[in-house]
């Protein structure tokens, strides 16, 4: 394919693998190329192995020219979240009591990339265990924001976002929790898709039942996304909770529009948090696109007041029953903020927990009524209260002079979205006058991630 670059979108290719017009050795050596000029200084990528993935395009190269049948990411080059186990891969998750792990098996997820036909490369960075919106950790360091490589890089899928904006990767995969994936998409100027929940199902789970954190696609273009999720999406004996809609049902291309939309438009879910003012102002000025494309344009939002103990009391019981047997192993050695997340839910009681999935149940409640007849198509607001904040912080510690009291309060704006169940992505919008990127954070009723992916897809045709 003529002028097939590192930047050309995913489809592209895997189009012109499939097509022999490039090899899959060939593209390989350009973003082997990419990686060496550019994570020098990054830091997005880690545990590469060009050894293996040289081997790995060798493979897809001999596939194709014996006439197999090969799977829609085929020949693409591909690295895994650092949290995410991959058979004979060096998985730490950004923890130096697992430097040296090695998986002996497949997460579901990997599985499921795997089998589309990827060259895998290697592991994007994480911070430690996954938790916090700014990727650094002991083993590999700071990863750092391709616009501007003073800021961060948002988290926990920082590298994976900075290895997509730098062109190191076509696709990456992404986790989210409070935002893991959609800030970091804000942040250096990409796309990520936080689904349903049950649309992305993930195998082994410490526990089944605890649906705060979903797996799911980034990219550089909306349909790259629903190209990676029609990979990552459908059912499996081993998720009891997955959604049972094929995968295929997301594939590209993708037909929207944004005429005759219901889109209710919100800076701050009406007071529910602080949001800095140059990012506002990006958030107020879409009202103007999506109105000047044919929506209804209103300014409004759900109630909300209940999601943010909700989420807070979720997230520490979660990374308790996870991470405090570790802790308790290992004391000192686990950074302090984790540390100090994970004894959050060390006194927390059953009526606790039971108050968070009452008061989630009523916010679910409360969505779908949103989004009902007579309701809204649509809630947009902002990914990220802030733009990509310095480096050398672990987080903002204020907001237009606003101090944070908290590790947690500068991620509402993603978080409160989280207990409602519905899917959320972040598409680039604006930018600030520095030039750092600014994602617009657009959410659908539950179940409807492909509607999702065509308004997403329909606002980026029309240019931010």
Aim: with cysteine; charged share 20%; glycine share 10%.
């Amino acid at each position: 394919m003529s002028g097939l670059s590192v930047e050309s979108t995913a489809r592209d290719q895997a189009a012109a693998v499939r097509a022999r017009e490039i090899s899959a050795r060939e593209l390989l050596d350009l973003h082997l190329a990419r990686i060496a000029e550019r994570n020098p200084q990054l830091n997005a990528i880690v545990s590469l192995d060009e050894g293996r993935a040289r081997e790995g395009a060798a493979d897809a190269d001999q596939a194709l020219a014996h006439g197999h049948e090969v799977g829609p990411l085929h020949g693409l080059p591909f690295a895994f979240k650092d949290t995410h186990a991959v058979a004979g891969w060096r998985t730490t998750y950004g923890s130096p009591l697992f430097a040296d792990h090695v998986p002996d098996a497949d997460e579901l997820i990997v599985e499921r990339v795997r089998r589309a036909g990827v060259v895998v490369i290697g592991k994007t960075n994480v911070p430690e265990f996954a938790a916090g919106s700014h990727t650094f950790n002991p083993v590999f360091g700071t990863t750092l924001n391709p616009v501007d490589p003073t800021r961060s890089a948002g988290g926990s899928s920082g590298g994976a976002a900075c290895a997509l904006a730098s062109g190191m990767v076509p696709l990456a995969d992404g986790s989210d929790m409070g935002g893991s994936l959609r800030n970091p998409a804000s942040f250096c100027g990409v796309v990520g898709l936080r689904p349903s929940l049950g649309r992305v199902p993930e195998w082994p789970l410490y526990n089944q039942w605890e649906t705060t954190s979903v797996g799911g696609p980034m990219a550089r273009t909306v349909g790259d996304v629903a190209l990676l999720l029609s990979v990552l999406a459908g059912p499996d004996p081993r998720a009891p909770q997955a959604l049972g809609d094929p995968g295929t049902a997301f594939a590209p291309p993708l037909a929207g529009s944004l005429a005759g939309l219901r889109v209710a438009v919100s800076v701050d879910l009406g007071g529910a948090f602080e949001v800095d003012h140059e990012v506002a102002a990006v958030v107020e000025s879409s009202a103007v696109s999506f109105a000047a494309a044919g929506a209804t344009v209103t300014g409004d939002h759900p109630d909300l007041h209940e999601a943010d103990d909700t989420f807070r009391t979720l997230r520490a019981w979660h990374l308790h029953a996870k991470l405090g047997p570790l802790l308790a192993a290992h004391p000192g050695e686990l950074k302090q903020s984790l540390a100090d997340n994970i004894r959050l839910g060390e006194h927390l009681t059953g009526a606790d927990v039971a108050r968070a999935y009452t008061r989630r149940t009523a916010l679910s409640e409360r969505m779908r009524e949103f989004f009902g007849p007579g309701g809204h198509d649509l809630l947009v607001l902002p990914v990220s209260q802030v733009p990509p904040f310095p480096a050398d912080q672990e987080y903002p510690h204020q907001i237009n002079g606003r101090p944070m009291e908290t590790y947690l309060d500068w991620m509402r704006a993603a978080y409160l979205i989280t207990v409602t169940g519905c899917p959320a992505i972040s598409v680039p919008f604006g930018h600030t006058a520095d030039g750092l990127p600014v994602g617009l954070q657009l959410v659908a009723a539950h179940g409807r991630d492909r509607f999702l992916l065509e308004v997403a897809a329909a606002l980026e045709a029309r240019g931010a």
